[in-house]
């Protein structure tokens, strides 16, 4: 809206204190509040605006066009291998008590309003050369299915339901007998999970692991985050 | 446009001119602001409408998520929807019906978390998910069509019931699907999510599971 000026001063007249202080008062107002054609009403932008392709300006990793993305991609290079151990347990090296969070997976995601995350991700895991990541580093089966997990955590919760492991089991041909759980020794992982209702704000999410090898490595990783609001 | 101010030396005489000049000089810049915003993070979700021609090209409709504690057991050999949890009720969308039009398209996600596994027979241990919906096309009655192929897992790790045999469990499936609307109207009243097993001496065990359909109008 643009500025109305309404008291003009005229020449060779006296000039009045209060018609000085309703024009002021004026332009007060006006800057503080009444500059309103550039603001964009609630539930005013469409699909034109928004297929125009400018909302990818809005904020790094915005895409409106396919709900609010962020995404993380890193190419299978040699040289953004990444690196996890065991040996960052103080003590212990094979219990579950320390977690490692893969690094170029995770993300703070802002949620305006109450909503969802639907996580999308793929990531190459390499376990030492010659073992597969279970609990006891030598490939053997054990019964208490203990071993490496991948999981994703949100908000520092690790979430049970995102394993990403299989779980190998002796059939025994045919009846079960042990088991135990592992990652096979190179694989590309993927995962879709969908979150629960996470309220407005911040949230974090990485990848994590409980490295139970000498030497893993994660590669090539590609991770998508989607919002969806209620 | 900078609005400049004027610097008044002690006992200059002003001038209504000078004394009128910010105030045009606003209302002269003033006058250019355009209903178009120019500047980074302009927008938000709020300013986003949800309703009418040019609506928001996003409509998700989701699937309930259960936790891990919500679990049922599988062991049927012809499709059966998933369910939330032991006795639950089927996993559904909310918001349905979904209408699409020609050309308009709808994107499908599901995954669920396979927990333990029963592994008896390994020489019939595959099993699959798809997913079905009922539509009605055009305006007829509506029937249940199969929108994916049948995706397949196996138990185990060889066929044969030779030798050592792993099973594969505790792992997330994670599955993805197009929908594109070929007729001049759908109108999808269900989709589920749904499982079988080769042969009902296996089974499998599904925790958390979800479902989100996307629909996509521009």
Same mark, same amino acid.
């Given at each position: 809206m ?15 204190g ?13 800057? *503080? ?9 609630? %539930?005013?932008? #469409? ?15 915005h895409?409106?066009?396919? #709900? ?17 151990t ?9 219990a ?9 997976? %995770? ?9 969802y995350i639907?996580?999308?991700? %793929? ?11 279970d609990?006891?580093?030598? #490939? ?15 908000? #520092? ?5 995102t ?8 059939a ?13 020794k ?8 969908l ?5 407005? %704000? ?5 990848f994590?692991? *409980? ?5 893993g ?14 | ?10 006992? !200059?005489?002003?001038?209504?001119a ?19 915003a ?20 996003? !409509?998700? =409709? ?11 057991? =599988?062991?049927?050999?012809? =499709? ?6 032991a ?25 669920c978390?396979?927990?333990e ?5 390994? !020489?019939a ?7 079905v ?7 007829g ?6 929108? !994916? ?15 050592f045999?792993?099973?594969y469990? =505790? ?5 993805s699907w197009v ?11 269900e989709?589920?999510?749904?499982v079988?097993?080769?042969?009902a001496?296996?089974?499998i ?14």
């Amino acid at each position: 809206m643009p500025y109305v000026f309404g008291i003009p001063y005229v020449a060779n007249s006296f000039m009045d204190g209060d018609d000085v202080n309703t024009n002021n008062e004026a332009l007060r107002k006006y800057l *503080n509040k009444d500059i309103v054609s550039a603001d964009i009403a609630d %539930g005013s932008v #469409g699909s034109p605006e928004i297929v125009k392709g400018e909302p990818q300006f809005v904020t790094s990793d915005h895409q409106f066009t396919c #709900g609010s993305e962020a995404n993380q991609f890193t190419p299978g290079e040699d040289i953004q291998r990444d690196y996890f151990t065991a040996h960052i347990k103080p003590t212990l090296a094979l219990a579950d008590d320390l977690w490692w969070a893969l690094p170029n997976v %995770g993300k703070k995601v802002h949620l305006e309003r109450d909503g969802y995350i639907l996580i999308h991700a %793929g990531i190459e895991v390499i376990s030492d050369l010659n073992f597969a990541m279970d609990y006891d580093n030598d #490939g053997s089966v054990n019964n208490d299915g203990e071993g490496s997990d991948l999981r994703i955590s949100i908000n #520092g919760d690790r979430k049970e339901v995102t394993y990403m492991l299989s779980f190998e089991e002796e059939a025994g041909s045919p009846t079960p007998s042990q088991s135990h759980a592992a990652i096979a020794k190179r694989r590309w992982y993927p995962i879709s999970y969908l979150t629960e209702t996470l309220a407005a %704000g911040d949230h974090d999410i990485t990848f994590v692991v *409980n490295p139970v090898v000498d030497m893993g490595s994660i590669r090539s990783r590609n991770v998508s985050y989607e919002v969806f609001y209620i | 446009m900078t609005i400049n101010s004027k610097v008044f030396e002690p006992g !200059t005489l002003t001038s209504a001119a000078d004394a009128n000049q910010p105030h045009e000089d606003i209302v002269t810049a003033s006058a250019a602001i355009g209903a178009d915003a120019t500047r980074t993070e302009w927008a938000s979700f709020k300013h986003i409408t949800t309703s009418g021609k040019d609506a928001h090209p996003i !409509t998700p =409709y989701m699937g309930k998520v259960e936790d891990a504690t919500h679990f049922k057991v =599988y062991d049927n050999t012809a =499709y059966a929807t998933i369910e939330g949890g032991a006795g639950g009720t089927p996993m559904a969308l909310t918001g349905l019906p979904i209408t699409l039009t020609a050309g308009q398209t709808l994107r499908l996600h599901a995954g669920c978390f396979v927990t333990e596994v029963t592994h008896t027979d390994v !020489t019939a241990d595959y099993y699959w998910f798809r997913l079905v919906a009922e539509i009605a096309v055009d305006g007829g009655a509506a029937g249940t069509v199969q929108l !994916t192929p049948d995706w397949g897992y196996s138990l185990g790790s060889t066929r044969s019931g030779e030798g050592f045999v792993q099973t594969y469990g =505790y792992q997330r499936v994670g599955l993805s699907w197009v929908h594109v609307c070929k007729n001049t109207e759908e109108i999808i009243s269900e989709v589920d999510f749904q499982v079988k097993l080769e042969d009902a001496s296996n089974d499998i065990t599904i925790a958390e599971c979800h479902l989100i359909a996307i629909k996509t109008t521009a």
